[in-house]
């Protein structure tokens, strides 16, 4: 069973920082195109960083260019999202997913498979 579990969310003042983790089982993460993406309340779920499988090359969103790291442990077969100098406006539910392929970009329709997502408010 493919089993995407993100976790990591939670309340943070602006300036601060999260590392967000997702967990897969069922399959090994290694071989898919991994992202992170998030869903502000009343916006669309946009891309905010992926990893494709085809060179591994990273993308990054322009708004948190700089303050975001994507990584992975193909041991722990888990892909992390590091956030740095959290700002209100990252507030959001955050989700990973897979893809079976991603050349460039980190668009929505490249990504199949979802975790539950994980919330994240960055609050004074």
């Known amino acids: 069973q493919v089993q995407l579990v993100e976790s990591g969310g939670g309340l943070v003042q602006p300036g601060g920082s999260l590392r967000l983790s997702c967990a897969a089982s069922?399959?090994?993460?290694?071989?898919?195109?991994r992202g992170w993406f998030r869903q502000a309340p009343g916006k669309e779920r946009e891309g905010v960083s992926c990893?494709?499988?085809?060179?591994?090359?990273?993308y990054y969103a322009d708004s948190v260019k700089g303050r975001f790291t994507i990584s992975r442990d193909n041991l722990k077969n888990t892909v992390y999202l590091d956030m740095n100098s959290l700002k209100p406006e990252d507030t959001a539910v955050y989700y990973c997913?897979?893809?079976?392929?991603?050349?460039?970009?980190?668009?929505?329709?490249?990504?199949?498979?979802w975790g539950q997502g994980t919330q994240v408010t960055v609050s004074s």
């Open positions: 990893i494709s499988n085809i060179d591994g090359r990273t």
């Open positions: 997913a897979i893809g079976n392929r991603l050349e460039s970009g980190c668009p929505l329709s490249s990504f199949g498979a």
């Open positions: 069922g399959f090994r993460l290694a071989y898919y195109a």
